[in-house]
Antibody, heavy 116, light 110 residues
Framework: QVQLVESGGGVVQPGGSLRLSCAAS????????MHWVRQAPGKGLEWVAV????????YYADSVQGRFTISRDNSKNTLFLQMNSLRTEDTAVYYC?????????WGQGTLVTVSS | QTGLTQPPSVSKDLRQTATLTCTGN????????AAWLQQHQGHPPKLLSY???NRPSGISERFSASRSGNTASLTITGLQPDDEADYYC???????????FGGGTKLTVL
């Protein structure tokens, strides 16, 4: 049974930083490309970033390019999202998702609130 | 990054058929097709189909997807109350090297 569990969300002031984690189980984590996708309150889904199975490539949405960094530790079956220079518009539930042709497994999400 | 275009809402009667659309361009929907996801309030999205009409295990045959040019469609037959949800399309844009989501369609089953 594939499980993805996000953690690390919370309340942070504008300009601050947070590091999100996504722990994977029941899956050969190192075989899959992984994503972060976010959803602002009452809004639609917004793709954030992707990292290949071996960390060989990363791509980012324009809205987070230069501020967020996606990474992974395949030895610990864990995906990360380092978020710096946070803005109020980054407030959202952040989901990690596995890619198998598309986003086939999702975690339950972790809420990030950027507010003063 | 211009996203994919979906109608904000669709309403259909119970047991009827709903067709949801998603319009992109030749670099995304028109290239590798679209995936469709369903999201119930308070829950993470669930994949319904990928690359136009491949269904993951456990997804009902009532959900079928297709593509014509730069527009992808999701058809849901025999609408049930539980089909009332938000539906999103998604596609990789090969020109921009980004994944895109549509704005979502809220399906109401009357």
């Amino acid at each position: 049974q594939v499980q993805l569990v996000e953690s690390g969300g919370g309340v942070v002031q504008p300009g601050g930083s947070l590091r999100l984690s996504c722990a994977a189980s029941g899956v050969t984590f190192s075989s899959y490309t992984m994503h972060w996708v976010r959803q602002a309150p009452g809004k639609g889904l917004e793709w954030v970033a992707v990292i290949s199975y071996d960390g060989g490539f990363e791509y980012y949405a324009d809205s987070v390019q230069g501020r967020f960094t996606i990474s992974r530790d395949n030895s610990k079956n864990t995906l990360f999202l380092q978020m710096n220079s946070l803005r109020t518009e980054d407030t959202a539930v952040y989901y990690c998702a596995r890619e198998f042709s598309a986003f086939d497994f999702w975690g339950q999400g972790t809420l990030v609130t950027v507010s003063s | 990054q211009t996203g994919l275009t979906q109608p904000p809402s669709v309403s259909k009667d119970l047991r009827q058929t709903a067709t949801l659309t998603c319009t992109g361009n030749r670099n995304n929907v028109g290239n590798q097709g679209a995936a469709w996801l369903q999201q119930h309030q308070g829950h993470p999205p669930k994949l319904l189909s990928y690359r136009n009409n491949n269904r993951p295990s456990g997804i009902s045959e009532r959900f079928s997807a297709s593509r014509s040019g730069n527009t992808a469609s999701l058809t849901i037959t025999g609408l049930q109350p539980d089909d009332e949800a938000d539906y999103y399309c998604s596609a990789w844009d090969s020109s921009l090297s980004v994944w895109m989501f549509g704005g979502g369609t809220k399906l109401t089953v009357l």
